[in-house]
């Protein structure tokens, strides 16, 4: 059960990414949706007070970008802050220009998460907006965060793998001797459920599906009842004529034991980014053949004496081809994020808190401090 508020949520799963908190309520509204073969957007108006007015996320392709959708439903004034995840588009396509349509409203302030590197956008919007008097700042990174896939070069061809592991002190991944599925604590399962909303699909071996039963959705009290659904891959190799059925049919089987013919088919999927979450033969597979760009640890502060131990491949491909880039404790848990030395991947280590050109960082600060 979700316990927490969406305040609470806010600060216990967003604020180890460094974005500010009125970019931590666009970024969640962001996740709200998957506008696959658009990334996903969200958008935050505040009043001079740093009081939230309304967001807004981009739904699908074809639909009101973020921006446009905000300006529709909002009465903006010349003192409202406006917060986007990916900096607005400058050409006009399915939706119009969102630069020049925020140039009609009195927004004097913009915080942009990203610049967005698609060359017709690529700063156009950032130089437009600024020379039309628009104080513009940038907090850069977000949209790193919220579609991984982003500036991989060859994303039409190739799929950015994340791998997410939940284990015990000890290294192990299961415990025979205990009848309670999770390792980790609520915080690294809320965070869990944040990765995934983040991802195309969710990808888990044979044996992690038998014994886990996992649900592979979005669990939150944010997200929940959005239409950001991932796909749920069970990475079979064999037959599944003896476990497919009416209980089952929103997962995807996959009937091979070839990594080849697996990615052929989560691209022909539209996959863009997948979440790996085990287990121990999928990880070592993804790992052998340096596939994963980051890898999230979670990590709990106990020894499990009988079970399933993840193994010396994990335990030695992580760190001869990955750099742990953060270490953050939670609670009696600790997540380790591991990028990989050999992908052109940023990773949420590299995100800055925001710095205002109009507004100071402590009176930010003592806004969100109340």
Known sequence: MYLYK??????????????????????????????????????????????????????????????????????????????????????DDTSPSCAKELLKTDIKNIVIGDIDIDPRTNGKSINYLKNNNINVSIEDGVNDFLNPYYKNTNKAKEITYIGKIGISNNNYIYNNDSDEKYITNQISLDLTHLLRATCDAILVGKNTFLIDNPKLDIRNPELKNYNNKPLKIIWWGSSVQNITNNKHNDYKFVETTSLTQLEEILLNLGCRTVLVEGGKYVHEKLLTNSKYSLFYEFKSDFDILNGLNIGDIYKNELPSSFNKIEKITLKDNVLSINKNKFKNIRSPKMLKPIIFDFISTCQFQSIWSK
Not at 24 to 45: C, M, Q, R, T
């Open 6 to 91: 969406a305040e609470q949520f806010l600060d216990n799963n967003l604020n180890y990414l460094n974005f500010t908190k009125a970019m931590s309520v666009a970024a969640l509204e962001a996740l709200k949706s998957n506008p696959n073969p658009n990334p996903k957007v969200g958008a935050a108006l505040f009043d001079k007070n740093m009081k939230l007015k309304n967001k807004s996320h981009h739904v699908e392709k074809g639909k009101d970008h973020a921006e446009i959708d905000l300006i529709k439903k909002s009465n903006i004034q010349d003192t409202d802050y406006m917060y986007v995840t990916l900096e607005p588009c400058f050409h």
